[in-house]
């Protein structure tokens, strides 16, 4: 109980540092984030500080929209199950090998770095 108990902390963590992350990269400000999306500035800060721990799907979602990011990715760092997990991630298990002993730190900036390199190719830039 307590290992899930501190599993979910850290996971919110991830979650908030995630997306402070991906609203920087886009170069938006919590206001400007609040006016696009209707999610209030404080609740917003709240939700990057960790102090809201599991935001709605809904949320989440919009979020994704507007950072530009895998909506997936969101869920997953909020702690949320996906459909079909197996099949999605067979390709993961796959690297999980080559990436065993990563740090906290270093697997938020690679997941970092595979959002911007998504984007990227989404907006047509090499």
């Known amino acids: 109980m307590l290992a899930k108990i501190s599993i979910m902390i850290d996971s919110s963590k991830r979650l908030g540092q995630f997306l402070r992350a991906a609203r920087e990269r886009k170069g938006l400000t919590l206001r400007a984030v ?38 997936a990715a969101a869920m997953l760092h909020a702690g949320y199950p996906l459909p079909n997990e197996d099949k999605q991630g067979e390709g993961a298990k ?22 911007f390199i998504r984007a990227r190719r989404r907006r047509g830039t090499k």
């Open 94 to 115: 796959r690297m999980t090998g080559s990436f065993s002993d990563l740090t906290e730190e270093e697997e938020i900036e690679l997941s970092e770095y595979l959002t």
């Open 34 to 71: 609040e006016q696009s999306t209707r999610i209030s500035n404080a609740y917003l800060s709240q939700l990057e500080s960790g102090k809201i721990k599991q935001p709605s799907p809904v949320i989440l979602h919009k979020l994704s929209e507007i950072y530009e990011i895998s909506y």
